[in-house]
């Protein structure tokens, strides 16, 4: 049943993601070829930059509006599933509260690891250009001395994090969604506030754990000019302890999600 489940809720929305990412897709092939392909990075001037940046605000907002799309997307389709009036007919199918959530996570996971993919892909082509890398292997030396590392091992990391952050993304939402459903009267208000309270305990939880292992850098405590090294090593040591706190209060977020919904709670 579970993959029946699994099934159906990838067809739901799946037009409208294939769409947001077809025209991804398309724009990132026009922007290689038809704008960044077409620059001269050996003689700039103020109306490059200017281009540059106008193309570059525009593309991470395309970016980030697919993203948060597909985003919707999900949340959307556990809310209405679930606990709006198609809910009535989806909890008379022969199927447990544990398979209906495993189907929405397993579905939400996937859609926003295959958003994850393609976005990257798109960025590759984006910057894969010869002016653009010939551009970039003027500074890469400085670039690589900020980082502590190379860009493509920078990149390459936070990819990793970004997959390891899909699932856990999902179910924070589902967690909020769900903890909204308690209030009746404020169940947006009340899953807002459940994602925003979420979200401070995690990052309180990560610094006091720096504190506490002592892998927080003095000098973002005390105000001392950092080396690079040290701005890469607090820049991965913050992400770690983020997603390793994040996967801890998922899990617990997980069955908060389980205890509720096998209530079937606040059906509109």
């Given at each position: 049943m579970?993959?029946?489940?699994?099934?159906?809720?990838?067809?739901h929305g799946l037009k409208i993601f294939l769409l947001l990412h077809g025209i991804l897709i398309i724009i990132s092939l026009l922007g290689r070829f038809l704008f960044?392909?077409?620059?001269?990075?050996?003689e700039p001037d103020a109306a490059l930059v200017s281009s540059v940046a106008l193309f570059a605000s525009a593309i991470i907002f395309l970016f980030v509006a697919v993203c948060f799309c597909t985003w919707l997307l999900i949340a959307f389709r556990f809310y209405r599933n679930l606990f709006t009036g198609e809910g009535y007919l989806t909890w008379t199918l022969p199927a447990s509260?544990?398979?209906?959530?495993?189907s929405k996570i397993l579905s939400g996971s996937i859609l926003l690891l295959l958003d994850c993919i393609i976005e990257s892909a798109c960025i590759l082509l984006l910057v894969t250009g010869s002016n653009v890398t010939e551009a970039y292997s003027v500074i890469a030396s400085d670039v690589n001395s900020e980082l502590g590392m190379s860009l493509s091992t920078f990149a390459l990391i936070l990819f990793v994090i970004m997959l390891i952050s899909g699932?856990?993304?999902v179910i924070q939402t589902y967690f909020c969604i769900v903890i909204?459903?308690?209030?009746?009267?404020?169940?947006?208000?009340?899953?807002?506030?459940?994602?925003?309270?979420?979200?401070?305990?995690?990052?309180?939880?990560?610094?006091?754990?720096q504190i506490v292992t002592g892998l927080f850098p003095e000098?973002?405590?005390?105000?001392?000019?950092?080396?690079?090294?040290?701005?890469?090593?607090?820049?991965?040591?913050?992400m770690g302890y983020s997603t390793v706190m994040m996967i801890v209060i998922a899990v617990l977020q997980y069955l908060v999600i389980h205890y509720i919904m096998k209530k079937k709670i606040n059906l509109l």
């Open positions: 579970l993959g029946k489940l699994l099934k159906f809720d990838l067809k960044l392909d077409q620059l001269n990075f050996n509260s544990v398979q209906h959530l495993w699932p856990v993304s909204g459903q308690l209030f009746p009267a404020h169940r947006v208000l009340g899953a807002v506030a459940a994602y925003f309270i979420s979200s401070f305990v995690i990052q309180i939880l990560s610094f006091g754990l000098y973002v405590l005390i105000g001392q000019t950092s080396t690079s090294d040290q701005v890469g090593t607090y820049l991965f040591t913050t």
